[in-house]
């Protein structure tokens, strides 16, 4: 039986496998994907998103692939980016990688988008730096629909790359996005992830990135509406000397009920990781964060966890710190608040009217600085959590 027949029988076996973690909100409509050039989904035109620049892109809506590229100047220095399903075709070293870091029977929503998958191949050659992001894009506009996303992407030793991931939708239906990111020895990688979902939409988020020895990773997800729920814990395995700065923000919709967090295991002597999280929780919702630090060796790490409360909502932090090296130094803190009504005060006291008083200071509680992510993308970011302050408090 050859590895991709392996695949597909693992995950005939688990459709009917319910997920351990978050929300269970079944399967819809699944398609297969298929090659439709065309227009992206306006859901991600809002966002201000597009595949259709920097460095090279992806482009899916629904189940047709609307649009793929690669500037050539990187297509000359061997970077790929690709429909998955044709990587597969097409590249047999894509063994190493597919399937690797997350099982295709975990349960039902990976074995779909095993069955089903759509998604990308990204490979970055060793020792390639490239200068402009490369930005994927996924919406969802088909009522009922289960779109289920496999990314692969392999950043080569000494590579360096910025990839920017926005997902949106305009109706009913759920997002199950798989993520598989290696980073080889030396390389460094920048990876953003904007998300915005309404009403009675799901997500459904599996990611695992390895990290090998001296890698750097920044990381940032910010998700501007939550929809109906997410269950979404991404995890990082760190080899010798790896650093990973972890940012990620969430506006917890109301009734939304958000299963979040991540998972970091430090393999190697000379880890750093810092873990960063930030929540606005609406009248209604529900959101557990569940922050989890592994230490195996001699690494340093910290976690921050906070919510503001923007009304009747719940929130749960729950830190899990693991040390198995008398030299690791880990230490994890929660905060859960509300507006201070003196500081609302103080800004109407300036001019600003009550409402531009709390999105003032719901910026300054969500605000990302980060560190080497490119100033274009860094202005995107930050126009984003500013449209999310304002939608918080409007």
Known sequence: M?????????????LDKPPSFGLDPGLGKLLEPVEAWGEELDALKRLGVTARRGA????????????????????????IIMPLREALKKIPWIEKYYWRLLPPDLDRYTAATALYEGGTFIYIPPGVKVRAPINVAYGVGLEGETQTVHNVIVVGEGAEVDLFYACGASVHGVHVGVTELYLEPRAKATYTMVHSWPKNFY???YTKVSMGEESRLEYYYVNISSG??????????MRRGARLHLDTVIRVVEGSKVYTGARVVGEGEGVRAEVLSKVLA???SYTLNLVEVEANADIESHSDCKALLLGDATVETVPKIVARSPKAQLSHEASIGVLSEDAIAYLESKGFSEEEAKSILVYGFIAIKPKTLPPPLARILDS???ALARQAVG
């Open 56 to 79: 090279g892109g992806f482009a899916q809506t629904d189940n047709k692939i609307v649009y793929v590229g690669v500037a050539e100047a990187y297509r000359k220095l061997g970077v």
């Open 2 to 14: 050859g590895w991709i027949e392996e695949v597909v029988r693992r995950a005939e076996r688990a």
């Open 228 to 237: 109906a729920g997410i269950a979404s814990k991404p995890s990082f395995t």
């Open 203 to 205: 997500l459904r988020a």
């Open 384 to 386: 984003m959590l500013q």
């Open 282 to 284: 609406h009248h209604g």
